[in-house]
């Protein structure tokens, strides 16, 4: 064999190699909210604040619920599927409810799809991307943590990886 072949063959095989640990890399799990940082510092925890995220084998289980001073509540829940690969994130919600005192909102129960991709980027176990459709919460997944903080700043959540 001439060396160019064989330096070709080394060279593609690294390639390989890094595609393959580049899917290997897994959001898989369930997901704890330990708190939420508010714009101004104030730091709100359970049972104020309370949620469970689970991936799994491509399905999401997400619910969040949070309750103010006064009493008054904000509950989100949604139900899909996610693919994930080392350049995109693609989510696709089949259910989705909404109950919101807090700002006055009516209660939502819907059952139209929404679906939308971000583009991942990845450095060391460092995974990060825009959470699809609205691609108003920027989640940052690292060891066994995930901090999904809002684009407008307003708020920046911490949940742990608990499996």
Do not use: C
């Amino acid at each position: 064999m001439n060396q160019f072949f064989i330096r070709s063959l080394v060279a593609l095989s690294f390639v390989v190699f890094y595609q393959a640990y580049s899917f290997a890399q897994s959001i898989d799990g369930t997901y704890v909210l330990e708190s939420r940082v508010l714009v101004d510092g104030t730091v709100i925890k359970p049972p104020q604040i309370l949620g469970v995220y689970n991936l799994a084998a491509g399905y999401i289980n997400f619910n969040l619920a949070y309750k103010d001073n006064s009493e008054k509540r904000q509950s989100i829940s949604f139900i899909g599927k996610y693919k994930f690969s080392s350049s995109k994130y693609h989510q696709e919600i089949f259910f989705l409810s909404i109950h919101d005192e807090i700002y006055g909102g009516d209660k939502v129960h819907d059952f139209s799809k929404k679906e939308g991709s971000s583009p991942v980027k990845i450095e060391g176990d460092k995974i990060e991307f825009s959470f699809p459709p609205q691609k108003n919460i920027i989640a940052t997944f690292e060891g066994n943590k995930l901090n999904a903080k809002r684009t407008d700043g307003s708020y920046t959540d911490i949940w742990k990886k608990v499996d």
